[in-house]
Structures are given as structure tokens and as C-alpha cells.
């Protein structure tokens, strides 16, 4: 994907929320929050290791999720936060931007 995402699951800096982790997820949900489902609804499913995409919830409950939880595990392509499915050969573009 040519995105290094590790920072997903490296949450923990001297059992406090590492700095990196906080930043990423912080422009994780910057980013998500930007997707048309969103902007509708104010919700979007929450990519937790509990929640598994399953539920919709607000943005605040989701990063509160995340930095509980952490992320679910090998969810590196986020096809349900607007990102393309690489597998289908398709760039994601502006993903890039947020997550080098």
C-alpha cells in the first residue's frame, strides 16, 4: 500500500497512550470524518478490536473506542472509512497525504 501504518498498533509508550498513536488516530478520525457517510449521518463504523466495524457511532465515542481497544487487528486498508480497495488495483490518493 506504500503507507506505513504500524503506528496502529503500537499504542502503548510506558503504559500511556503513545504520542504518535494519539496524532495518527486524531487524523485518522479527521479524515474519516471528511467521507460523504459521515457528513450525513455523523456517524461512521467504528474500527476497534470490540466493535469490528460493526457498530456506527459517533466520532468522539469512536476515538474513545480506539484508544481503549486499539484498532482491530491487520486492519491496514480502511475499506470502511473511505478507503479503495487496493486489491482491485485502484490508488487511494488522498489517504497518502494524511498517513506518511
Given at each position: 500500500?506504500?503507507?506505513?501504518?504500524?503506528?496502529?498498533?503500537?499504542i502503548l509508550d510506558d503504559n500511556y497512550?503513545?504520542?504518535e498513536f494519539v496524532k495518527k488516530v486524531d487524523e485518522f478520525?479527521?479524515?474519516?470524518?471528511?467521507?460523504?457517510?459521515?457528513?450525513k449521518y455523523e456517524k461512521f463504523k467504528c474500527p476497534c478490536d470490540k466493535s469490528w466495524n460493526v457498530p456506527y457511532l459517533d466520532d468522539n465515542t469512536v476515538k474513545?473506542?480506539?484508544?481503549?481497544?486499539?484498532?482491530?487487528?491487520?486492519?491496514?486498508?480502511?475499506?470502511?472509512h473511505g478507503e479503495l480497495n487496493m486489491e482491485l488495483g485502484v490508488e487511494s490518493g488522498k489517504w497518502d497525504v494524511y498517513f506518511k
Open positions: 500500500m506504500g503507507t506505513n501504518r504500524d503506528w496502529m498498533y503500537k497512550l503513545s504520542e478520525i479527521k479524515v474519516t470524518s471528511e467521507q460523504k457517510h459521515f457528513k474513545l473506542h480506539i484508544y481503549k481497544n486499539g484498532f482491530g487487528p491487520s486492519y491496514y486498508q480502511w475499506t470502511y
